[in-house]
């Protein structure tokens, strides 16, 4: 039997990029790590997908005024960036997602 654990080796993410897409897709953890490894297989297109959707999830967390959960957000797309080698992790760019401070 294949555990939530193995499914989350399986996609490359950590935990909590797992998790900020099972909220954005509002998904399983176990759908979500399988989408996450669709995802991650593209070469071109995934990392950015998934960019897109913690953004989304980061800017969800300040509209409802949930600064706690943003932070966790926010260090959630910084670890994806700096992990994938993107070269998109410079300072604020994590905490900015649509131009703003969070």
Request: glycine share 8%; aromatic share 0%.
């Amino acid at each position: 039997m294949i555990t939530l654990e193995d499914c989350i080796g399986l996609c490359g993410l950590t935990r909590a990029e797992l998790d900020a897409i099972a909220e954005h897709e509002h998904l399983p953890e176990s759908a979500a790590a399988a989408l996450a490894a669709c995802l991650t297989a593209k070469s071109d297109q995934g990392v950015p997908e998934i960019t897109a959707m913690i953004r989304d999830d980061i800017r969800a967390a300040l509209a409802a005024g949930n600064h706690a959960h943003a932070a966790e957000l926010i260090a959630a797309l910084r670890h994806l960036l700096s992990d994938r080698g993107t070269g998109a992790c410079s300072p604020g760019a994590a905490e900015a997602p649509n131009g703003g401070h969070a």
